[in-house]
């Protein structure tokens, strides 16, 4: 069992930047592919970033490329979210989420474990 925490959402105005942080319980966190994803009500969860296992693959939603960045940092157990630029659209509950196979995936079913979520919020 993976239990994800992430932190760092929050009221931003457009074009302010945020950095979301997911840490991550168990040190076999270091093998995994990492996600983040966001759900903005009365819509489907969507994918928004995620990374291979060391950081050496990224793939972003059209919607957020230029945007955001993920980033892990494995000696802490965490990924991170940085995104700049914000905009109205991107007001969400943002998910990260743990895939136990080492290759990322841009699929919602792939991912084995959930945090709880963070509410982003950019006003107009």
């Known amino acids: 069992q993976v239990q994800l925490v992430e932190s760092g959402g929050g009221l931003v105005q457009t074009g302010d930047s945020l950095r979301l942080s997911c840490a991550a319980s168990?040190?076999?966190?270091?093998?995994?592919?990492m996600g983040w994803f966001r759900q903005a009500p009365g819509k489907e969860r969507e994918f928004v970033a995620t990374t291979s296992w060391n950081g050496g693959r990224t793939n972003y939603a059209d919607s957020v490329k230029g945007r955001f960045t993920i980033s892990r940092d494995n000696a802490k157990n965490t990924v991170y979210l940085q995104m700049n630029s914000l905009k109205p659209e991107d007001t969400a509950v943002y998910y990260c989420?743990?895939?136990?196979?080492?290759?990322?995936?841009?699929?919602?079913?792939?991912?084995?474990?959930w945090g709880q979520g963070t509410q982003v919020t950019v006003a107009s």
């Open positions: 989420a743990a895939d136990t196979s080492p290759f990322y995936s841009t699929e919602t079913n792939k991912y084995d474990y």
């Open positions: 168990r040190r076999t966190f270091t093998s995994y592919a």
